[in-house]
């Protein structure tokens, strides 16, 4: 039975799976139904079951971002071999650069994240517990998955039959899963505005109302996208010359807040399977 504290939280879990056909064939550079990576994420407890949560995807395991997704920024683990022999020619697929040190560069942006799609900030919404699930997919083409191996000269149906070898099994786990930004409830309302500012950790998910707009808690509050310290704004901030925020002035706005990052646990369902796809010939 789980703890007290941990029936206070947010329980998420991640299923990883791959697509039709699960299989690479070294003679089809450009299959018509290339790889793809889906990863499903359902609820599976909540001190509110009835509710949909909505998370933000930038910056976690579920990043899409186009050029520095959750496999760039090492959240998702790159696809490693599941039997490796000393023979093997490609015990791991690099998904991101090879032997440097990826420092993922916060920048500032537009107040309201729902305005950053051009940079990647996407957001899913998850059905209540016990209603389904929501998916967030990755395309993983021969292309993609050989990019980083080989010489630049090398055509891709030669890296293909160098580095590929029929009957070897690769499994995708991932390797972060923290979550930025969370909320109860979906986005729908074309009126909301989704504020970075996230509450503390010692703010219980289960309050009563105003409890989270106090001075106190307006002191606390965390920003977990910019990395901005809510009582040292300056002109690094969102918005130039910004002051804390008033939690019950911007709310009465239509600005979400984040709800605390501690409140909320994402695990993997399939955990030391993940997604699995097999070379063929």
């Avoid at 299959?31 to 910056?59: C, E, G, H, N, W």
């Amino acid at each position: 039975m789980a703890s007290t504290q941990e029936s206070q939280k947010v329980q998420l879990s991640l299923n990883l799976s791959t697509v039709p056909p699960y299989t690479i064939s070294i003679h089809d550079a450009y299959p018509s139904k290339p790889l793809k990576l889906i990863a499903s994420i359902r609820q599976t407890a909540s001190p509110f079951p009835d509710r949909p949560v909505t998370i933000l995807t930038k910056y976690s395991c579920l990043d899409t971002s186009q050029g520095d997704d959750a496999f760039f920024i090492r959240a998702m683990a790159s696809p490693q071999i599941t039997s490796p022999s000393p023979n093997c020619p490609a015990p791991e697929l690099p998904l991101r650069p090879v032997g440097k040190h990826v420092t993922t560069i916060r920048v500032s942006g537009h107040p309201n994240l729902l305005k950053r799609g051009d940079d990647g900030f996407t957001f899913v919404t998850i059905p209540p517990v016990g209603q389904g699930s929501a998916d967030v997919d990755f395309d993983l083409p021969p292309s993609r998955l050989l990019e980083r191996l080989g010489d630049e000269n090398e055509s891709l149906e030669d890296k293909m039959s160098r580095f590929l070898r029929p009957g070897d099994t690769y499994r995708i786990v991932p390797s972060d899963l923290n979550i930025r930004w969370w909320a109860f409830g979906s986005l729908e309302n074309p009126n909301t505005k989704v504020s970075r500012w996230t509450f503390p950790n010692d703010l219980p998910l289960v309050r009563e109302p105003g409890d989270d707009e106090t001075d106190e808690v307006a002191r606390k509050l965390k920003d977990l996208v910019d990395l901005h310290d809510v009582n040292h704004l300056n002109s690094r901030s969102a918005v130039e010359g910004e002051e804390r925020p008033v939690v019950r002035k911007m709310r009465q706005e239509g600005w979400v807040f984040g709800e605390p990052e501690a409140g909320l646990k994402m695990t993997v369902e399939n955990e030391g399977k993940g997604g699995e796809f097999t070379i063929v010939g």
